[in-house]
């Protein structure tokens, strides 16, 4: 928080389907006994094991919070959040966006010409398609991307990859080379999916790989490379000269 006491990251999470304990709501722990919220997190525990670690009455302060379509919920980063796992006769997916909101002392901004929003003015198309597909990469870990899919999300990217900022384009070259290594190792990530419950699609066969990424990003990695000389490789190399 700041010195006012305001979040420096905070995040709006809106509904745009039902979103109810049977279709899948967020939960949260309260700020008042969460221990870490104020106090700061200890490095050498885990803060989520500290909550419940302190009470066996923690559980029982958990709280939902169904929205209906077109509400929202506004909440700082800190605040321990979760999604449940909606049952199998639901009526129909949850469906939500959220949107995130930092303070660029607490993070700098993902774009290299950042802009500040007026009305309901937003960066260009290009630069929200570049941040889309930036995302999807870094986030790779949270689902199995295709190797089609993350040729997909390069060949995006790389045409806009100079209107993200430098250390942003660093962070995302990063993971798609453990996206890449993931699933070139394909019994880590059939194993990772089956851990997240997820299944590789009948359909794509292992060997798609090789064929997809052959002149794609990661050509030196899959080659045991120390670098790779692609888009995010030319890019950071211009940051450092």
Known sequence: VDASGAPMYATAWLALSEASPRTSCLYVVPADVDPGYLEGD????????????????????VRALPCDP???????????HWGSKAPE???????????????????PPYLANPRRVDGLSAPAFPARLALL????????????????RLRFYHDLLAPNLA?????????????????????????????????????RPR????????????DSALQGVLDNADDFADDFDDALADDRR
Do not use: N, W
């Open 133 to 148: 597909a930036a995302q999807q990469i870094a986030y790779h870990d949270r689902f199995h991307l295709a190797p089609a």
């Open 89 to 107: 006769d639901a009526h129909e997916p949850r469906v939500s966006l959220s949107f995130a909101c930092a303070d660029r002392a607490f993070e």
């Open 163 to 199: 209107l993200l900022a430098a250390d942003y384009r660093a962070k995302v070259a990063a993971e798609f080379m453990a996206a890449v290594r993931l699933a070139a190792d394909a019994p880590a990530a059939a194993d990772s999916a089956r851990l997240r419950g997820t299944k």
């Open 42 to 61: 200890r490095a050498d525990d885990d803060p989520l094991a500290r909550v419940f670690r302190a009470s066996a009455e923690t559980y029982q302060r």
């Open 203 to 214: 359909d794509e066969p292992l060997d798609l790989l090789e064929e997809d990424l052959i």
């Open 70 to 80: 077109g509400e929202a919920v506004l909440f700082s980063h800190r605040l321990f």
